[in-house]
């Protein structure tokens, strides 16, 4: 195993303690009141991991497009949303504090990143698992790459579908209309379908056209964004149960895990298969 490949999984493996160790000092407070050490990991660890990851599966530069183009898309949203209310299904106002960017959170800016970052990873983590390349001009299969995009966009949104009631339960963000679904509105899962369809869109149409793999890479450790997920999941789903939205918590958990357990199986097989 590569040094680059050792430094990822150590950091998800660090991320796992981490969450134990919150775990066991009764974390019941929401992961953005940064009052502990392990809170501040258990914030900073997912950035990281997925800054590097990005840089190191793709050639650097991509992994920096990627970022800047998932950034740059969540941040206009955000601002359209705050100012107009269309974008999102609702007026809605941050109580997250610290640094921001035109009235939004930097931490939010990042986590868009985080986000889009793993819809597009575990989408071509199940390419790998079924002995397939992401498309590209030489294959002439640019037919594949709108169902990619939206399968994208769908496991994005399942993490807001699970990670917004539980915030605004919070504190972190208040929906002045309410909504529908623990209060959130609908709306809202729209307008993150659209932010991680286009940028996985425009990215995904990039590499069609200008394929550059990684050749060296080991896509094992197309593993690690899945598991990321998954640990997502658990601790959001803890965190649900914590503060009394048990049926949020069900229903966060039978939209994610799921499609992290296929995942593990495809990768257990495509293993198997190779010997």
Not at 46 to 55: D, E, R, T
Not at 155 to 168: A, E, K, M, R
Not at 190 to 195: E, I, L
């Amino acid at each position: 195993m590569e040094r680059k490949e050792k430094i990822l999984w150590g950091l998800l493996v660090l991320e796992f303690v981490v969450f134990i160790k919150s775990l066991s000092e009764g974390l019941v407070m929401a992961p953005f009141v940064l009052d502990s050490i392990s809170k501040v990991l258990l914030v900073s660890l997912p950035i990281v991991l997925f800054i590097l990851h990005a840089a190191w599966t793709l050639p650097i530069s991509r992994g920096i497009a990627f970022i800047l183009i998932a950034v740059t898309t969540g941040l206009i949203f955000e601002i359209i949303g705050l100012e107009s209310g269309i974008i999102f299904g609702g007026y809605y106002e941050y109580y997250l504090g610290g640094w921001t960017m035109f009235k939004v959170p930097l931490l939010v800016v990042l986590f868009w990143a985080v986000f889009i970052y793993s819809g597009y990873c575990i989408t071509t983590s199940f390419l790998y698992w079924l002995g397939k390349d992401k498309p590209n001009k030489k294959q002439n299969n640019l037919y594949l790459l709108a169902p990619l995009i939206l399968l994208d966009g769908l496991i994005v949104v399942t993490i807001d579908l699970f990670l917004d009631p539980l915030f605004v339960k919070l504190g972190a963000w208040k929906w002045l209309g309410g909504g529908a679904y623990f209060d959130v509105p609908l709306g809202n899962f729209f307008g993150w379908f659209m932010v991680a369809i286009i940028s996985t869109g425009i990215f995904r149409l990039f590499e069609y056209f200008k394929d550059k793999e990684v050749k060296t890479l080991n896509k094992s450790l197309f593993l690690t964004p899945v598991l990321g997920y998954g640990l997502l999941a658990i601790s959001l789903a803890i965190l649900g149960l914590q503060n009394q939205m048990r049926r949020l918590s069900i229903i966060g958990s039978l939209l994610i895990l799921p499609i992290v357990i296929i995942n593990i199986a495809l990768f257990i097989r495509r293993k198997i298969r190779a010997g």
